[in-house]
């Protein structure tokens, strides 16, 4: 009984360290939008959306990425996506 606890913890501190990582580059890429910097936060925001693709704020970023950066047809669905859950940023 003992020797299960072990892997049991293991897989526990691998869970939370792997939840982390995503967590930080989540917010590398919320920087990294603030500073204007569509292109290099766009391949991180679109990982994201697939988890959660109902994510409002995630549509909101995915889309203003894709606008900036010229994909403007790409940009619509997203984009109203966020409009229609009152992301007010959105109809900009």
């Not at 910097?37 to 991180?44: D, G, I, S």
């Not at 995915?62 to 940023?89: D, F, M, P, W």
Request: aromatic share 10%; charged share 25%; net charge positive.
């Amino acid at each position: 009984m003992i020797k299960i606890k072990y892997p049991v913890f293991l897989a526990i501190g691998i869970a939370i360290a792997i939840n982390a990582d995503a967590t930080t580059t989540l917010n590398e890429a919320k920087r990294l939008y603030l500073a204007g910097k569509y292109e290099e936060a766009l391949p991180t925001f679109q990982e994201n959306i697939k988890r959660s693709p109902r994510n409002a704020n995630l549509n909101q970023w995915v889309g203003v990425c894709l606008y900036k950066t010229g994909k403007k047809q790409a940009a619509i669905k997203y984009l109203e996506y966020a409009h229609s859950r009152n992301i007010a940023e959105s109809s900009r």
